[in-house]
């Protein structure tokens, strides 16, 4: 249904331009009506997916900690408890996913853009605009407006088709691993 929504058309670039008689900002200023519906489904079904996709990466996880007996609960840092672990018990595993983790750029945009939904804004809906300015010692000194953040469709497709071939990779080099 994602594809669907954008391949039925979500001009969003540029995501803003002049208001009416100059005035302001317009935010989409290319779409029609039919634009945000697209664009409301669409993102709808991106929030869902990375939801989904870092579930599918825990399941590896838990498939792990079954086969190595290594009997970490589930619960904040189960991940990392389960990496801490399997430096031990196979080294080259804990290599694979310890490096997909801090350097592999797909993951990471993928990271990002969960947690970004999960503790902030949905990328693919602009920002606030806030930016918080702290000082030396890490105190709130001032808060300004700008415009806001905004990923585009294009950019989060993109990072959807790169995790598919992704989880296919990590499936191919876990099978050969273990």
Not at 148 to 163: A, F, G, K, L, S
Request: glycine share 6%.
């Amino acid at each position: 249904m994602m594809k669907k929504y954008l391949l039925q058309g979500i001009p969003d670039e540029p995501f803003y331009g002049p208001g009416d008689n100059g005035v302001g900002i317009s935010y989409f200023p290319n779409f029609n009506e039919e634009h945000y519906l697209y664009h409301f489904w669409y993102g709808f079904y991106v929030e869902s997916y990375y939801f989904r996709f870092q579930n599918m990466i825990d399941s590896k996880f838990h498939v792990i900690n079954c086969k190595y007996d290594l009997n970490i609960q589930n619960g904040l840092g189960f991940q990392k408890n389960i990496l801490k672990k399997l430096k031990e018990v196979n080294p080259e595993l804990h290599y694979f996913f310890n490096s997909m983790w801090t350097t592999n750029p797909i993951y990471k945009k993928a990271t990002t853009i969960r947690n970004e939904i999960t503790h902030n804004f949905s990328p693919n809906k602009p920002s606030s605009g806030l930016t918080k300015h702290r000082d030396n010692n890490g105190k709130v000194s001032l808060i300004s407006y700008g415009v806001p953040d905004y990923m585009p469709v294009r950019e989060i497709q993109e990072n959807i088709d790169n995790t598919f071939v992704l989880l296919s990779e990590m499936s191919i080099e876990i099978q050969k691993i273990l």
